[in-house]
């Protein structure tokens, strides 16, 4: 059974940064597009980004050029840098895993428990 545990969430004031973790136990993060997600009170849940099998990363306009993705494979575990927060990050984070090398939002079948970010101004 595949498990995914976020962690790395707090509170920071605007302008801060923080980097989140996700490690993977029973699947490897490396055979499937791995994928971080988000939701803010009282909203759906959104996608902030993709990485694919071969490394390659996308974002939501929203992060891109603040959020960054990384993975160890060695170490099961997939990162997301986040640099320049904004009140508007604040959200519960996710981490998913997608059943294949897809990169798509209905592909994700496995969550982890999220970790919360909040942003003050």
């Known amino acids: 059974q595949v498990q995914l545990v976020e962690s790395g969430g707090g509170s920071v004031q605007a302008g801060g940064s923080l980097r989140l973790s996700c490690v993977v136990s029973?699947?490897?993060?490396?055979?499937?597009?791995m994928g971080w997600f988000r939701q803010a009170p009282g909203k759906a849940r959104e996608w902030v980004g993709y990485?694919?099998?071969?490394?390659?990363?996308t974002y939501d306009d929203s992060v891109k050029g603040r959020f960054a993705s990384s993975s160890d494979n060695a170490k099961n575990t997939l990162y997301l840098q986040m640099n320049s927060l904004n009140p508007e990050d604040t959200a519960m984070y996710y981490c998913?895993?997608?059943?294949?090398?897809?990169?798509?939002?209905?592909?994700?079948?496995?969550w982890g428990q999220g970790t919360q970010v909040t942003v003050s101004s």
């Open positions: 990485m694919a099998t071969n490394g390659w990363t």
């Open positions: 029973g699947g490897a993060i490396s055979s499937v597009c």
């Open positions: 998913a895993r997608a059943s294949s090398f897809r990169c798509s939002a209905r592909d994700f079948a496995e």
